[in-house]
């Protein structure tokens, strides 16, 4: 190549705002830290800077979703080489993370105060667990979904066993490093195995070699995806990927187990909607019945094993296995189901929290013991947290009039259209077996003799459960505009 032709090589698109909430949020982790060193301010402050971070960038997040919707041209390419998608699936991924990441902030209130000198390393670790689950969400490339997850998943590691002084939390944090890092090397695996197949890590430049060439033996391509099925089902606590589950969710400190489970089913399912709707839609008859098993796996494992728990934490756990089943079967329709996915999983990313931060207020932010008995007579106690609990249960279980019965009756509408009946019916027998475990965390508070006194919720979980209500009753009775709003996350 000559040194003329070399010149008229285009240099790559850049666009500082297509990832400017990441940055902020990255930023914003470090000014955390360095705050925390230089002037060692009180607890409040710390928490005060970290919310201000994701305040920055939801604005940021709001100025690229406007212009976006202006045709301006800014979502018409990928930049840095393709690795960025700028489209309306990115743009809604991050608002959901950001809700998250603010109510999570909120949840952790009083784990913060009590942290002491730590607490500014707990609120940079939330930060950059949301960039990095928001990168996995707006990339173009499989090496960029890597490292998001990684990002992401490292930060989580680490907050599954803040709390030092107790065992279990060291045991939480190791079984979640050791399963996920096995997990991402999986995922990896399957990014060279596809690369090895196609030639291509960007998911477009995949979908254009799958579009344009007749693969007779598709073998190679096939296990490569079928790994990274595997590697992101583990995130979103899919069965039988899901065993890690109970075991950190019990473990890691209170305070912020919601963030993380709700975050990471997040970014998981951002990734693997992406994935297998933007890059194998051309495979969907050979990748469609693998992950219809996986959600009737996932539906009936949940459901029925979260029956049996006596510890609270458990139980959550069992029923987010349950809850990853139902929104794969809105995975099923392809393309088609994306609005009724996302709806999904903000509403439930909100209801995960906001339980989390009940069990919190009741068994102490950095305590991991979470007996169902603890909640006998709740309603006795703390009448507003016991009320609150129970319409998020009744959400989470899908009852007519709230959010969860919108987001199941969406999900299972795309399945049976694209033809799978018989997971919508495996999913609704076990949307009733799931109800009776809710109902039976509702009738120990309300039914059962208080057991002890409990102390004051703090402020901070008193705001998350009432935005939980909130949103499960309004977008339960007026779902059009979240789901017109979903509706506009389409992936490029």
């Given at each position: ?57 939801a604005l940021l997040s709001v100025l690229l ?178 065993s890690w589950a109970p075991d950190v969710y ?243």
């Open positions: 190549m000559t040194l003329a032709q070399a010149t008229m090589i285009d240099p790559p698109v850049v666009s500082w705002l297509g990832i400017a909430p990441e940055l902020v949020l990255g930023v914003g982790a470090a000014l955390v830290l360095l705050i925390e060193v230089q002037w060692k301010p009180s607890r409040t402050a710390i928490a005060w800077a970290g919310g201000a971070a994701v305040i920055a960038a979703h406007a212009r976006i919707e202006s045709g301006d041209g800014i979502s018409t390419f990928l930049p840095f080489a393709g690795m960025i998608a700028l489209d309306g699936f990115g743009v809604f991924a991050r608002y959901v993370l950001l809700a998250v990441a603010g109510l999570g902030l909120l949840a952790a209130q009083r784990m913060v105060q009590e942290a002491g000198t730590r607490a500014a390393e707990m609120v940079a670790l939330m930060l950059l667990a949301t960039a990095g689950f928001s990168l996995m969400a707006i990339s173009a490339n499989l090496i960029l979904t890597f490292l998001g997850l990684e990002i992401g998943s490292i930060s989580l590691y680490v907050l599954a066993g803040y709390v030092r002084e107790r065992g279990n939390s060291d045991e939480a944090a190791i079984k979640y490093f050791l399963l996920g890092s096995f997990a991402s090397a999986v995922f990896v695996y399957g990014v060279a195995l596809v690369f090895a197949g196609t030639g291509n890590f960007s998911i477009q430049g995949v979908h254009d070699y799958l579009d344009g060439v007749v693969v007779f033996e598709p073998g190679v391509i096939l296990l490569g995806l079928a790994l990274l099925v595997v590697g992101l089902t583990f995130k979103v606590t899919a069965a039988p990927f899901h019990q473990g890691a400190p209170a305070g912020v187990v919601g963030f993380m489970a709700a975050i990471a089913k997040i970014g998981g399912f951002a990734g693997l909607v992406r994935i297998l709707v933007s890059a194998f839609p051309d495979l969907a008859g050979d990748w469609a019945p693998v992950v219809a098993a996986i959600a009737a796996v996932s539906m009936v494992v949940g459901s029925v094993l979260a029956i049996v728990q006596d510890d609270i934490r458990r139980l959550l756990a069992y029923s987010g296995v349950a809850h990853a089943g139902f929104i794969l079967t809105g995975v099923l329709s392809g393309g088609e189901g994306t609005a009724e996915i996302w709806f999904y999983l903000a509403i439930y990313a909100v209801q995960l929290v906001a339980a989390f931060a009940v069990v919190a207020a009741v068994s102490g932010p950095s305590g991991s013991r979470s007996a169902l008995s603890d909640y006998a007579g709740l309603a006795q106690r703390q009448p507003f947290l016991a009320a609150t609990f129970a319409v998020i249960l009744l959400g989470m279980g899908g009852i007519p009039l709230t959010a969860g019965f919108v987001a199941k009756f969406g999900v299972f509408s795309d399945a049976w259209a694209a033809g799978h009946e018989w997971v919508v019916i495996v999913g609704v027998l076990a949307s009733v077996v799931a109800f009776f475990l809710y109902l039976r965390v509702i009738v120990t508070m309300y039914m059962d003799e208080p057991a002890g006194e409990a102390a004051a919720a703090p402020l901070g979980v008193r705001w998350v459960t009432s935005v939980a209500v909130v949103v499960t009753l309004l977008f339960g009775v007026f779902p059009g505009p979240l789901l017109d709003l979903a509706g506009r996350a389409l992936p490029l």
